[in-house]
C-alpha cells in the first residue's frame, strides 16, 4: 500500500534552515506529482509546494517563494523541502501529500527564539 514518511523537523532559529524529506513506497514514484502541505496553529491545511514526476515543474505558495525549494530524487523514491529564512510563521506540522489521496504523518517544525 501507499506509504509516505517524513522526517527532518525540528526547533530552529528564525532565519535558520530545515531540509524535510519524504520517503515514499507502494507506487511508481516517478510517475506521480508531489506535494507538500503544511497546517499551522489554529489555521488550515494549506499547499506549499508541488513538484511534477519528472521533476520539471514546480510551484510554490506566495508566502515561501524565494526561501523554499522543492526537490525530488526518483532513485530514492524521496521528496525534499528545503526551508532556508525561516520565519515565525512557517510554524506548522508539515505533511508530504502523494497519489490516491495519500498523506504521510506530518513533522513538527518550530520556528522560534
Known amino acids: 500500500q501507499v506509504q509516505l514518511v517524513e522526517s527532518g523537523g525540528g526547533l530552529v532559529q528564525p532565519g535558520g534552515s530545515l531540509r524535510l524529506a519524504c520517503a515514499a513506497s507502494?507506487?511508481?514514484?516517478?510517475?506521480?506529482?508531489m506535494s507538500w502541505y503544511r497546517q499551522g496553529p489554529g489555521k488550515e491545511r494549506e499547499l506549499v509546494a508541488r513538484?511534477?514526476?519528472?521533476?520539471?515543474?514546480?510551484t510554490y505558495a506566495a508566502a515561501v517563494k524565494g526561501r523554499f525549494t522543492i526537490s525530488r530524487d526518483n532513485a530514492k523514491n524521496t521528496v525534499y523541502l528545503q526551508m532556508n529564512s525561516l520565519k515565525f510563521e512557517d510554524t506548522a506540522v508539515y505533511y508530504c501529500?502523494?497519489?490516491?489521496?495519500?498523506w504521510g504523518q506530518g513533522t513538527q517544525v518550530t520556528v522560534s527564539s
Open positions: 513538484i511534477t514526476g519528472a521533476g520539471g515543474v514546480t
Open positions: 501529500a502523494g497519489p490516491f489521496g495519500s
Open positions: 507502494g507506487f511508481t514514484f516517478r510517475s506521480y506529482t
